[in-house]
């Protein structure tokens, strides 16, 4: 269940930074705020950056809102996951290949 509560934010912030190409202009900021404002050591403005320009290209802006809840909420990736919904299930696995990318890229 650990895992769960921090299947991209923590593979991420836990890795070294590696440079990215720059966000586009249009780029949002959803992730990249929930990462900067939450409690972890390694959360960085180039860390939480990288972390946000992988979910640019991974997730909608619908889906970026639903796993920034998740910095404050860890409970609520659980239920996600868990959930029956098929919206949830399709969500979980598009989050789950963030995650793992953005553990990738972002060191």
């Given at each position: 269940m650990k895992f769960?509560?921090?299947?991209?934010?923590?593979?991420?912030?836990?890795?070294?930074l590696s440079v990215m190409s720059a966000p586009s202009a249009e780029a949002g900021s959803t992730i990249e705020r929930a990462?900067?404002?939450?409690?972890?050591?390694a959360a960085s403005k180039p860390l939480c950056g990288c972390i946000q320009r992988v979910a640019d290209?991974?997730?909608?802006?619908?889906?970026?809102?639903?796993?920034?809840?998740?910095?404050n909420?860890?409970?609520?990736?659980?239920?996600?996951?868990?959930?029956?919904r098929a919206a949830h299930e399709e969500f979980?696995?598009?989050?789950k290949a963030f995650g793992q990318s953005a553990g990738n890229i972002c060191r």
């Open positions: 769960l509560t921090n299947t991209a934010l923590v593979l991420a912030l836990a890795a070294p990462c900067m404002k939450s409690n972890r050591r290209q991974m997730l909608t802006r619908k889906e970026q809102r639903m796993a920034a809840k998740f910095f909420d860890p409970h609520r990736a659980q239920e996600i996951r868990q959930s029956d979980w696995k598009r989050y």
